[in-house]
Protein backbone atom coordinates (compact mmCIF):
# COMPACT_ATOMS: atom_id res chain seq x y z
CA UNK A 1 0.00 0.00 0.00
CA UNK A 2 1.34 3.61 -0.91
CA UNK A 3 1.74 5.31 2.45
CA UNK A 4 2.91 9.01 0.61
CA UNK A 5 1.44 12.23 2.17
CA UNK A 6 -0.74 12.75 -1.42
CA UNK A 7 -2.61 9.28 -0.65
CA UNK A 8 -3.00 9.70 2.90
CA UNK A 9 -4.59 13.19 2.58
CA UNK A 10 -6.64 12.01 -0.64
CA UNK A 11 -8.42 9.72 1.42
CA UNK A 12 -9.18 11.53 4.25
CA UNK A 13 -10.59 14.42 2.39
CA UNK A 14 -13.01 11.88 0.32
CA UNK A 15 -14.13 10.04 3.23
CA UNK A 16 -14.85 13.76 5.11
CA UNK A 17 -16.35 14.61 1.87
CA UNK A 18 -18.65 11.75 1.80
CA UNK A 19 -19.37 11.74 5.54
CA UNK A 20 -20.68 15.33 5.06
CA UNK A 21 -22.65 14.90 1.72
CA UNK A 22 -24.81 12.33 3.37
CA UNK A 23 -24.94 14.21 6.72
CA UNK A 24 -26.21 17.25 4.87
CA UNK A 25 -29.04 15.02 3.72
CA UNK A 26 -29.67 13.88 7.08
CA UNK A 27 -29.50 17.35 8.46
CA UNK A 28 -32.26 18.41 5.94
CA UNK A 29 -34.27 15.63 6.16
CA UNK A 30 -34.24 16.09 10.18
CA UNK A 31 -34.40 19.08 10.90
CA UNK A 32 -38.33 20.07 10.13
CA UNK A 33 -39.17 17.67 12.43
CA UNK A 34 -36.56 18.46 15.33
CA UNK A 35 -38.21 22.38 15.19
CA UNK A 36 -41.23 20.72 15.68
CA UNK A 37 -40.75 19.07 18.42
CA UNK A 38 -38.84 22.32 19.79
CA UNK A 39 -41.85 24.21 19.36
CA UNK A 40 -44.44 22.08 20.31
CA UNK A 41 -42.81 21.53 23.83
CA UNK A 42 -42.36 25.57 24.29
CA UNK A 43 -45.77 25.90 23.35
CA UNK A 44 -46.84 23.14 25.88
CA UNK A 45 -44.84 24.56 28.45
CA UNK A 46 -46.65 28.11 27.96
CA UNK A 47 -49.89 26.85 28.13
CA UNK A 48 -48.96 25.24 31.13
CA UNK A 49 -47.42 28.17 32.56
CA UNK A 50 -50.43 30.82 31.67
CA UNK A 51 -53.05 28.35 31.85
CA UNK A 52 -56.15 31.46 31.09
CA UNK A 53 -53.76 32.41 27.43
CA UNK A 54 -55.88 31.32 24.56
CA UNK A 55 -53.34 32.43 22.16
CA UNK A 56 -49.63 33.57 23.13
CA UNK A 57 -47.21 36.38 21.33
CA UNK A 58 -43.45 36.36 21.25
CA UNK A 59 -42.56 39.94 22.45
CA UNK A 60 -39.14 41.14 23.02
CA UNK A 61 -38.06 44.06 25.53
CA UNK A 62 -35.03 44.92 26.95
CA UNK A 63 -33.00 42.34 25.07
CA UNK A 64 -34.89 39.21 26.59
CA UNK A 65 -37.87 37.19 24.35
CA UNK A 66 -41.30 37.36 26.57
CA UNK A 67 -44.22 35.15 25.41
CA UNK A 68 -47.35 37.31 26.27
CA UNK A 69 -50.30 35.30 27.12
CA UNK A 70 -53.65 36.83 25.68
CA UNK A 71 -57.82 35.80 26.63
CA UNK A 72 -60.01 37.72 24.62
CA UNK A 73 -58.09 40.69 23.91
CA UNK A 74 -56.60 40.89 27.90
CA UNK A 75 -53.08 40.24 28.13
CA UNK A 76 -53.33 37.38 31.58
CA UNK A 77 -49.79 36.71 32.06
CA UNK A 78 -46.46 36.59 30.66
CA UNK A 79 -44.01 33.55 30.27
CA UNK A 80 -40.48 33.55 30.30
CA UNK A 81 -37.45 31.20 29.59
CA UNK A 82 -34.91 31.57 32.12
CA UNK A 83 -31.44 29.26 32.36
CA UNK A 84 -28.67 29.01 35.03
CA UNK A 85 -26.58 26.48 36.21
CA UNK A 86 -28.17 23.64 38.20
CA UNK A 87 -26.56 20.28 40.44
CA UNK A 88 -25.00 19.18 37.32
CA UNK A 89 -25.28 21.47 34.00
CA UNK A 90 -28.03 23.80 33.21
CA UNK A 91 -31.75 24.18 34.05
CA UNK A 92 -33.88 25.80 31.70
CA UNK A 93 -37.44 26.96 33.41
CA UNK A 94 -40.51 28.13 31.76
CA UNK A 95 -41.39 30.91 34.07
CA UNK A 96 -44.95 32.12 34.10
CA UNK A 97 -46.39 35.00 36.09
CA UNK A 98 -48.70 37.98 36.38
CA UNK A 99 -47.07 40.74 36.13
CA UNK A 100 -50.57 42.91 37.10
CA UNK A 101 -51.18 41.24 40.28
CA UNK A 102 -47.36 39.92 41.09
CA UNK A 103 -47.48 36.52 41.58
CA UNK A 104 -46.12 33.31 39.79
CA UNK A 105 -48.41 31.49 37.79
CA UNK A 106 -46.32 28.25 37.70
CA UNK A 107 -43.00 27.24 36.36
CA UNK A 108 -42.24 24.32 33.94
CA UNK A 109 -38.92 22.45 33.88
CA UNK A 110 -37.78 22.49 30.08
CA UNK A 111 -34.67 21.16 30.00
CA UNK A 112 -32.11 19.88 32.86
CA UNK A 113 -29.60 17.42 33.81
CA UNK A 114 -30.12 16.79 36.93
CA UNK A 115 -29.57 13.50 39.29
CA UNK A 116 -32.42 10.75 37.85
CA UNK A 117 -34.22 10.09 41.25
CA UNK A 118 -32.99 12.49 43.61
CA UNK A 119 -32.59 15.95 41.48
CA UNK A 120 -34.70 15.17 38.76
CA UNK A 121 -37.65 15.34 40.68
CA UNK A 122 -37.96 19.35 40.05
CA UNK A 123 -40.28 18.33 36.97
CA UNK A 124 -42.75 16.66 39.79
CA UNK A 125 -45.97 18.34 40.54
CA UNK A 126 -45.37 18.22 43.98
CA UNK A 127 -42.09 20.58 43.67
CA UNK A 128 -43.47 22.50 41.05
CA UNK A 129 -46.21 23.17 43.24
CA UNK A 130 -43.93 25.24 45.27
CA UNK A 131 -44.09 28.35 42.89
CA UNK A 132 -47.94 28.35 41.57
CA UNK A 133 -50.02 31.26 42.26
CA UNK A 134 -46.90 32.59 44.84
CA UNK A 135 -46.47 36.05 45.29
CA UNK A 136 -43.45 37.89 43.57
CA UNK A 137 -40.37 38.52 46.22
CA UNK A 138 -37.43 36.70 47.59
CA UNK A 139 -37.85 32.64 48.31
CA UNK A 140 -36.05 30.80 51.37
CA UNK A 141 -36.00 27.04 50.69
CA UNK A 142 -36.77 24.58 54.19
CA UNK A 143 -36.34 21.13 54.42
CA UNK A 144 -39.91 20.61 55.83
CA UNK A 145 -43.43 21.38 54.79
CA UNK A 146 -44.31 24.80 53.73
CA UNK A 147 -46.37 27.06 56.21
CA UNK A 148 -45.24 30.43 54.72
CA UNK A 149 -46.01 31.92 50.69
CA UNK A 150 -42.43 32.44 50.46
CA UNK A 151 -41.18 28.82 51.14
CA UNK A 152 -39.87 26.39 48.93
CA UNK A 153 -39.92 22.96 50.03
CA UNK A 154 -36.91 21.13 49.08
CA UNK A 155 -36.66 17.70 47.59
CA UNK A 156 -35.65 15.04 49.88
CA UNK A 157 -31.68 14.63 49.25
CA UNK A 158 -31.64 17.07 46.17
CA UNK A 159 -31.38 20.63 48.46
CA UNK A 160 -29.23 22.13 46.15
CA UNK A 161 -31.02 21.30 42.81
CA UNK A 162 -34.32 22.39 45.11
CA UNK A 163 -32.19 25.98 45.55
CA UNK A 164 -30.91 26.89 42.16
CA UNK A 165 -34.59 26.64 40.82
CA UNK A 166 -35.63 28.85 43.41
CA UNK A 167 -32.96 31.10 42.03
CA UNK A 168 -33.35 31.31 38.67
CA UNK A 169 -37.29 31.29 39.23
CA UNK A 170 -36.13 34.59 41.26
CA UNK A 171 -34.15 35.80 38.61
CA UNK A 172 -36.62 35.43 35.91
CA UNK A 173 -39.36 36.87 38.16
CA UNK A 174 -36.84 40.24 38.58
CA UNK A 175 -36.61 40.12 34.82
CA UNK A 176 -40.53 40.06 34.45
CA UNK A 177 -40.52 42.74 36.70
CA UNK A 178 -38.39 45.00 35.51
CA UNK A 179 -40.18 44.75 31.56
CA UNK A 180 -43.26 45.25 32.84
CA UNK A 181 -43.40 47.50 35.98
CA UNK A 182 -44.80 44.32 38.17
CA UNK A 183 -46.37 44.64 41.58
CA UNK A 184 -49.49 46.91 42.51
CA UNK B 1 -21.89 -20.82 8.00
CA UNK B 2 -20.76 -22.56 10.95
CA UNK B 3 -17.92 -19.87 10.70
CA UNK B 4 -20.75 -16.89 10.76
CA UNK B 5 -22.42 -18.60 13.82
CA UNK B 6 -19.16 -18.72 15.89
CA UNK B 7 -18.43 -14.77 14.87
CA UNK B 8 -22.07 -14.14 16.15
CA UNK B 9 -22.14 -15.98 19.25
CA UNK B 10 -18.59 -14.79 19.86
CA UNK B 11 -19.77 -11.26 21.50
CA UNK B 12 -22.78 -12.33 23.05
CA UNK B 13 -20.72 -14.23 25.46
CA UNK B 14 -17.51 -15.47 25.40
CA UNK B 15 -15.97 -12.47 24.35
CA UNK B 16 -18.75 -10.10 25.15
CA UNK B 17 -17.96 -6.13 25.27
CA UNK B 18 -19.01 -5.56 28.91
CA UNK B 19 -18.72 -8.91 31.19
CA UNK B 20 -15.34 -10.18 29.16
CA UNK B 21 -13.50 -7.41 27.73
CA UNK B 22 -14.72 -4.74 29.95
CA UNK B 23 -14.68 -1.88 27.59
CA UNK B 24 -17.39 0.55 26.85
CA UNK B 25 -17.63 1.86 30.35
CA UNK B 26 -18.38 5.45 30.20
CA UNK B 27 -22.28 4.41 28.41
CA UNK B 28 -22.70 1.57 30.83
CA UNK B 29 -21.95 3.31 33.73
CA UNK B 30 -23.58 5.81 32.46
CA UNK B 31 -26.95 5.50 31.19
CA UNK B 32 -28.12 2.43 32.78
CA UNK B 33 -30.10 4.40 35.39
CA UNK B 34 -33.39 3.26 33.84
CA UNK B 35 -34.30 0.27 31.42
CA UNK B 36 -35.40 2.59 28.76
CA UNK B 37 -32.12 4.54 28.65
CA UNK B 38 -30.31 0.93 28.56
CA UNK B 39 -32.33 -0.57 26.01
CA UNK B 40 -31.93 2.98 23.43
CA UNK B 41 -28.34 3.48 24.07
CA UNK B 42 -28.10 -0.30 23.43
CA UNK B 43 -29.74 0.14 20.36
CA UNK B 44 -27.82 2.99 19.38
CA UNK B 45 -24.48 1.86 20.04
CA UNK B 46 -25.56 -1.87 17.78
CA UNK B 47 -26.20 0.40 14.26
CA UNK B 48 -23.39 2.69 14.41
CA UNK B 49 -21.00 -0.64 15.41
CA UNK B 50 -23.13 -2.65 12.48
CA UNK B 51 -22.97 0.28 9.96
CA UNK B 52 -19.22 1.13 10.90
CA UNK B 53 -18.49 -2.47 10.36
CA UNK B 54 -20.07 -2.64 7.03
CA UNK B 55 -18.51 0.13 5.55
CA UNK B 56 -15.10 -0.66 6.80
CA UNK B 57 -14.49 -3.85 5.72
CA UNK B 58 -15.98 -3.13 2.50
CA UNK B 59 -13.39 -0.29 2.03
CA UNK B 60 -10.17 -1.57 4.13
CA UNK B 61 -8.32 -2.29 0.97
CA UNK B 62 -8.72 1.26 0.16
CA UNK B 63 -7.42 2.80 3.24
CA UNK B 64 -3.88 3.38 3.77
CA UNK B 65 -2.38 2.08 6.71
CA UNK B 66 -1.05 5.14 8.05
CA UNK B 67 -4.42 6.97 8.44
CA UNK B 68 -6.80 4.23 9.09
CA UNK B 69 -7.44 5.20 12.73
CA UNK B 70 -8.76 8.68 11.70
CA UNK B 71 -10.30 6.94 9.14
CA UNK B 72 -12.33 4.65 10.92
CA UNK B 73 -13.09 7.82 13.06
CA UNK B 74 -14.52 9.89 10.56
CA UNK B 75 -16.88 6.91 9.31
CA UNK B 76 -18.03 6.06 12.92
CA UNK B 77 -18.46 9.78 13.63
CA UNK B 78 -20.89 10.38 10.88
CA UNK B 79 -22.90 7.59 11.46
CA UNK B 80 -23.35 8.94 15.24
CA UNK B 81 -23.86 12.16 13.76
CA UNK B 82 -26.90 10.49 11.79
CA UNK B 83 -27.99 8.43 14.88
CA UNK B 84 -27.92 11.34 16.97
CA UNK B 85 -30.30 13.66 14.30
CA UNK B 86 -32.68 10.96 13.82
CA UNK B 87 -32.88 10.02 17.52
CA UNK B 88 -33.97 13.67 18.14
CA UNK B 89 -36.65 13.87 15.50
CA UNK B 90 -38.17 10.70 15.53
CA UNK B 91 -37.60 9.70 19.41
CA UNK B 92 -36.87 13.45 21.15
CA UNK B 93 -37.56 12.07 24.58
CA UNK B 94 -35.14 9.33 24.90
CA UNK B 95 -32.57 11.74 23.08
CA UNK B 96 -32.78 14.21 25.68
CA UNK B 97 -32.59 11.57 28.69
CA UNK B 98 -29.67 10.47 26.85
CA UNK B 99 -28.78 13.95 25.92
CA UNK B 100 -24.79 13.64 25.29
CA UNK B 101 -24.02 10.28 25.66
CA UNK B 102 -24.83 9.96 22.07
CA UNK B 103 -22.39 11.68 20.31
CA UNK B 104 -20.52 10.81 23.19
CA UNK B 105 -20.96 7.00 20.97
CA UNK B 106 -18.02 8.20 18.61
CA UNK B 107 -15.27 7.57 21.22
CA UNK B 108 -16.94 4.16 22.41
CA UNK B 109 -13.74 1.95 22.10
CA UNK B 110 -15.90 -0.79 21.86
CA UNK B 111 -16.53 0.65 18.44
CA UNK B 112 -13.15 1.55 17.38
CA UNK B 113 -12.19 -2.07 18.72
CA UNK B 114 -13.92 -3.88 16.54
CA UNK B 115 -13.36 -1.91 13.39
CA UNK B 116 -9.03 -2.72 14.50
CA UNK B 117 -9.67 -6.15 15.69
CA UNK B 118 -12.36 -7.32 13.64
CA UNK B 119 -13.55 -5.55 10.54
CA UNK B 120 -10.07 -4.24 8.81
CA UNK B 121 -8.79 -7.88 8.97
CA UNK B 122 -12.58 -9.85 7.54
CA UNK B 123 -14.98 -9.86 4.61
CA UNK B 124 -17.88 -8.19 4.66
CA UNK B 125 -20.06 -11.03 5.73
CA UNK B 126 -18.05 -12.07 8.82
CA UNK B 127 -18.19 -8.60 9.56
CA UNK B 128 -21.98 -8.03 9.80
CA UNK B 129 -21.93 -11.25 12.04
CA UNK B 130 -19.28 -10.38 15.12
CA UNK B 131 -21.06 -6.47 14.82
CA UNK B 132 -24.82 -8.33 15.15
CA UNK B 133 -23.20 -10.31 17.76
CA UNK B 134 -21.10 -7.58 19.53
CA UNK B 135 -24.04 -5.30 19.23
CA UNK B 136 -26.45 -7.57 20.81
CA UNK B 137 -24.05 -8.45 23.70
CA UNK B 138 -23.77 -4.84 24.65
CA UNK B 139 -27.34 -4.23 24.62
CA UNK B 140 -28.47 -7.42 26.55
CA UNK B 141 -25.73 -6.55 29.11
CA UNK B 142 -26.79 -2.82 29.24
CA UNK B 143 -30.59 -4.06 29.62
CA UNK B 144 -30.15 -6.17 32.25
CA UNK B 145 -28.17 -3.81 34.54
CA UNK B 146 -30.37 -1.31 33.63
CA UNK B 147 -33.79 -3.44 34.79
CA UNK B 148 -31.85 -4.38 38.06
CA UNK B 149 -30.46 -0.72 38.84
CA UNK B 150 -34.59 0.98 38.16
CA UNK B 151 -36.26 -1.86 39.66
CA UNK B 152 -34.16 -1.56 42.76
CA UNK B 153 -33.53 2.49 42.83
CA UNK B 154 -37.20 3.54 41.77
CA UNK B 155 -39.41 0.52 41.99
CA UNK B 156 -40.30 0.19 38.56
CA UNK B 157 -39.25 -1.51 35.03
CA UNK B 158 -39.46 0.28 31.92
CA UNK B 159 -41.06 3.07 33.74
CA UNK B 160 -43.84 0.56 35.11
CA UNK B 161 -44.16 1.02 38.89
CA UNK B 162 -43.65 -3.39 40.15
CA UNK B 163 -43.31 -2.46 43.73
CA UNK B 164 -45.84 -1.29 45.71
CA UNK B 165 -45.57 2.00 48.15
CA UNK B 166 -43.77 -0.48 50.81
CA UNK B 167 -41.03 -0.28 48.88
CA UNK B 168 -38.61 2.25 50.03
CA UNK B 169 -36.35 2.51 46.82
CA UNK B 170 -32.19 2.35 47.35
CA UNK B 171 -31.66 6.29 45.40
CA UNK B 172 -27.59 4.80 46.10
CA UNK B 173 -28.59 2.28 42.74
CA UNK B 174 -29.64 4.99 40.21
CA UNK B 175 -26.52 6.73 41.29
CA UNK B 176 -22.86 6.40 39.82
CA UNK B 177 -22.34 4.54 43.06
CA UNK B 178 -24.86 1.98 41.88
CA UNK B 179 -23.56 1.53 38.75
CA UNK B 180 -20.39 0.01 39.90
CA UNK B 181 -21.88 -1.96 42.51
CA UNK B 182 -24.21 -3.47 40.68
CA UNK B 183 -21.46 -4.08 36.95
CA UNK B 184 -19.20 -5.64 39.77
CA UNK B 185 -21.83 -7.74 41.09
CA UNK B 186 -22.89 -8.79 37.84
CA UNK B 187 -19.21 -9.71 36.51
CA UNK B 188 -18.53 -11.68 39.10
CA UNK B 189 -21.89 -13.67 38.59
CA UNK B 190 -20.93 -14.20 35.11
CA UNK B 191 -17.16 -15.28 35.70
CA UNK B 192 -18.74 -18.02 38.21
CA UNK B 193 -21.18 -19.08 35.57
CA UNK B 194 -18.43 -19.91 32.77
CA UNK B 195 -15.78 -20.70 35.04
CA UNK B 196 -18.12 -24.16 35.97
CA UNK B 197 -19.39 -24.48 32.34
CA UNK B 198 -15.32 -25.16 31.67
Given at each position: MDNSIGKLVLTLTVIGIISAVGLTFVYEWTTPYIEKHAVKAREGAIREVI???ERYEEVTKNGNTFYEGYNSGQRVGVALIAKGSGYQGIIEVMVGADPENGKINGIKILSHEETPGLGANITTDDYK?????KPFGEYEVIK???????QVEAIAGATISSEKVTDIVENAVDTIEAAYGGGM | MKQLIADFKNGLW???????????MCPTLAVTNTAINGLAMGLATSFVLISSEIVISLIKKLIPNNVRIPSYILIIASFVTFTDYFMKAFVPDIASSLSLFIPLIVVNCLILGRQEAFASKNPVHRSIADAVGMGLGFTWVLVALSIVRELL?????FGI?????WYQPMIIMILPAGAFISLGILIGIMNVISSREG
Open positions: PEASNFVDRETSEPY | QENPIIKLVIGGMGSVQLLGS
